[in-house]
T-cell receptor, first 116, second 110 residues
Framework: GAVVSQHPSRVICKSGTSVKIECRSL??????MFWYRQFPKQSLMLMAT?????????EQGVEKDKFLINHASLTLSTLTVTSAHPEDSSFYIC????????????FGDGTRLSIL | GESVGLHLPTLSVQEGDNSIINCAYS??????FIWYKQESGKGPQFIIDIRSNMDKRQGQRVTVLLNKTVKHLSLQIAATQPGDSAVYFC?????????FGTGTRLLVSP
């Protein structure tokens, strides 16, 4: 079954709204989570690495004030898209690193964000 | 046959055929490689992995081949089924971050 849960799966909102996406690790603790962005027919691009109890590490070109990441507990990381605009519309996917797994990361099922 | 779309190459096969999906990776320092399957509207799903000290690894109906000399990775799917239709990504990593390839869409017709 799923080991990483992402919520909501889809959100549609007006331009200027801030949107929060949650990523939860189920039945395991994740000190490290990752946030990706995926445009249609394209690959996943890493946006940032979320570290529990410390600041996220953002990839080059990703605005940290635009995409706020909070990893306040060992099972939850949130991504807030602040003052979202149509160009922020995308598929956002999180993943979590599980120490006792042979897989490097376990992925959530993504959040489809549409800004009108 | 194989064709290149606007962004995503597509491989079309008949059910029961063997499929081969290719990937060129960029970082010669990468030592771990993974193939993922992504269905529409979902996150990537782990298929198989291989470390750089190997050149072949087999799973159930899938085989991954690694050629470090030319930085090339391939995924072979035996007896392809309609349920295999999806986008397949290779990913490489040397430490913690995964770097995904461009992806290939596999279309399986009955």
């Amino acid at each position: 079954g799923a080991v990483v849960s992402q919520h909501p799966s889809r959100v549609i909102c007006k331009s200027g709204t801030s949107v929060k996406i949650e990523c939860r690790s189920l039945d395991f603790q994740a000190t490290t989570m990752f946030w990706y962005r995926q445009f249609p027919k394209q690959s996943l691009m890493l946006m940032a690495t979320s570290n529990e109890g410390s600041k996220a590490t953002y990839e080059q070109g990703v605005e940290k004030d635009k995409f706020l990441i909070n990893h306040a507990s060992l099972t939850l990381s949130t991504l807030t898209v602040t003052s979202a605009h149509p160009e922020d519309s995308s598929f956002y996917i999180c993943s979590a690193k599980r120490e006792d797994s042979n897989q490097p990361q376990h992925f959530g099922d993504g959040t489809r964000l549409s800004i009108l | 046959g194989e064709s290149v779309g606007l962004h995503l190459p597509t491989l079309s096969v008949q059910e029961g055929d063997n499929s081969i999906i290719n990937c060129a990776y960029s970082n010669s320092a990468s030592d771990y490689f993974i193939w993922y399957k992504q269905e529409s509207g979902k996150g990537p799903q782990f298929i198989i992995d291989i470390r750089s000290n190997m050149d072949k690894r087999q799973g159930q109906r899938v085989t991954v081949l690694l050629n470090k000399t030319v930085k090339h990775l391939s995924l072979q799917i035996a007896a392809t089924q309609p349920g295999d239709s999806a986008v397949y990504f290779c990913a490489e990593t040397g430490f913690q971050k995964l770097v995904f390839g461009t992806g290939t869409r596999l279309l399986v017709s009955p």
